[in-house]
């Protein structure tokens, strides 16, 4: 068994009350969702999927670690961000810290979007992650499914990037705002010259 596959409970553990341990942060892409978004990628994923987009995101190990507070603030700092997506890794693994980050942004008019490896139906069972449903209950759009290499959609305008991925919108004011292309690349370039590449099937590199 690898060090990831331990139970994800027990790595989460180190993570501060308050606090996420994410991988990556980026403000206005178009590429992950409807609109433009500050981007939240999540460390910790136990899948190991064949073709995994983002493999350093699989490790439960501390990344960088920022309050709830402090990014809810960086997310609204921006003024043209109009909406949020959290990705991973696995978000759902850190969902009662999101849950929160989520409530503070709607306040403020954002929506709320985020990917997850599970099936919706997974997270609306007992074996969902803690507070799996409160963080649902705050989102607009919730793309569920990990990605499968065979059932690849190679489709400039699909949403998803496997067929068995499934765009729950549960706000209809964004069901006329589905268009963004899950095929094009984003290249972000910030200010202390890393580079975050992110767009394609939802890659961040
Ligand atoms: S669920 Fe997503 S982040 Fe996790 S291993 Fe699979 S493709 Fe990678």
Not at 32 to 51: D, F, I, K
Not at 177 to 205: P, Y
Request: charged share 20%; glycine share 6%; net charge negative.
């Amino acid at each position: 068994m690898s060090k990831n596959k331990i139970n994800p409970y027990l790595q989460l553990l180190e993570i501060p009350p308050g606090h996420l341990n994410t991988m990556g942060y980026v403000d206005e892409s178009e590429v992950n969702g409807p609109g433009s978004r500050a981007v939240v990628w999540l460390q910790g994923c136990q899948r190991e999927c064949e073709q995994c987009f983002n493999p350093d995101s699989w490790s439960f190990e501390i990344n960088q670690l920022i309050s709830v507070d402090r990014l809810s603030e960086k997310i609204l700092s921006n003024p043209n961000n109009t909406g949020v997506t959290f990705s991973g890794g696995e978000p759902f693994w850190q969902a009662p810290a999101l849950t929160e980050v989520a409530k503070k942004v709607k306040v403020a008019g954002l929506n709320v979007m985020s990917f997850t490896g599970f099936t919706l139906e997974r997270l609306q069972s007992e074996y969902a992650p803690a507070s799996s449903q409160e963080l649902i209950a705050q989102l607009d759009i919730l793309i569920d499914g990990a990605f499968v290499p065979a059932l690849a959609v190679n489709d400039p305008n699909s949403l998803v990037s496997s067929s068995n991925q499934k765009v729950h919108v549960f706000n209809s004011k964004l069901e006329d705002k589905l268009d963004w292309a899950s095929d094009q690349i984003e290249i972000h370039i910030l200010k202390d010259g890393n580079r975050i590449i992110t767009g394609f099937r939802g890659s961040l590199d």
